[in-house]
């Protein structure tokens, strides 16, 4: 495809994506943007989270990982369900106690006010670098297939990236995101169906798929290496309670429901679809991979984030192919970004600066907050693209083991026990788990018989949140 013809692909993507915004988000006020007016239909909340869990990451790595990991993440998935059921049968009641607007005022309640900004400055950092990572992967492949082409320098790019962004969710928030989300994750779900529709078509046989090595799901065979079945699985379960059931992002929208039982039914909902949609991600993988083996095409000296863009708008394909790539592309990466800056709007607005008020005030501090988080974001991104050196998807969930750990460790600590902490040292520990797990893991090898860490960083990183907790406990201090 032309630099001008996928041009043309997003200008049409956008109008539709402005008017839905445009009219899911005319009307909000305050508590719209915030929590959707505790009046969303759970369905489309299950939808709309879609759209948002599989981000431009997702859309590109994922397939591009079956080359060295085959279906190895799928154990992943299986445990992201077990995640999801601890989310629907154990926050969301307790969230729903508490009639909260940013989850982390639970810690307010549990602990004190050192709890509560902690967790919301976790947040900040692990969804603005979260974030960052994922719009970078946008706009890495836009400067491949459009920017790059015309001469136009990254930075414009990111700053492009970053306005579309915004101009998505200034108005309505949250009841903006889920409409938008629903369009993203219909336009996500089609074009890969599609992609492998039409590249089945070009000759590749999935016959051969559950035979190949690629095709191979379960590894239990070397507990060191990265892909091994309990490292993945465990990982998922905790990522996904970290990642959403932590996540102001993700769980803003579940909270715009009418009551408890229907979030609980939108994350069910959302997390049977989850297996399907990444099924399907890992399928487009093997046929793009089965496709330039039996074509000869040299993929040799690209990495496996660029393996789907290359062929899908290389014109190997039908042109169809790399007009459905640059539309599920495009939603899938606007989703996630799109939500996670409402939600670092919210969270800075309530957590951080204590505005929740319906008032004019909360109204102009509010809009403030939204761009100035939109700026931060772009800053974040032009940082990432000088640092770019690993898998994108892999950094994503490097990050969140660090960041995300502490907090997982804190509520975990705040449900499972009754105790009260010293609330004021809270800061000193959730600064030290990280610290300490970083350590661990660069000497792992080294100092565990070549033990290598994964994903299980969150797990201990967490672990040592508990522990350090442990250590504050008040005498004669349980609720």
Partial sequence: MTPLAILVTMAAYFVLLFVISYLAGRKADNAGFFSGNKSSNWLLVAMSTIGAAISGV??????????????AYMQMVLGFTVGQLLIAYVLIPLYYKYNLTSIYEYLNNRFGVSSYKTGAWLFFVSKMLGASVRLF???????????????????????????????????????????????????????????IYYIVRSGVSLEGMTHSEMGRVFFFDDVNSGNYFFKQFLAGIFLVVATTGLDQDMMQRTLSCKNYKD????????????????????????VLYTYAAQQQVDISGLKGDDIFPYLATGNYFPMIVGVLFVVGFIASAYSAAGSALTALTTSFTVDILNRKDADEKTTRTRKWVHVMMAVMMAACIYVIYFLNDDAIIQTVYKVASYTYGPLLGMFCFGIFTKRQVYDKWIPLVAIASPIITWILDVHSQAWFGGYQFSHERLILNALLTFIGMACLIRKHSSQ
């Fill in 58 to 71: 997702t859309f590109v790595s994922v397939p591009g990982m079956v080359g060295t990991s085959a279906f």
């Fill in 137 to 195: 992967v946008v706009g890495s492949v836009l400067q491949l297939l459009v920017f790059g082409p015309l001469g136009v320098p990254f930075w414009v790019n990111a700053i492009f990236t970053v306005t579309i962004v915004y101009l998505c969710t200034f108005k309505g928030g949250v009841k903006s995101v889920i409409w938008t989300d629903l369009l993203k994750t219909l336009c996500l779900i089609f074009s890969v169906a599609l992609c």
């Fill in 263 to 286: 979030s609980q039914h939108n994350i069910l909902v959302g997390a049977l679809m989850q297996i399907v949609v990444i099924g399907m991600f890992l399928v487009l993988g093997y």
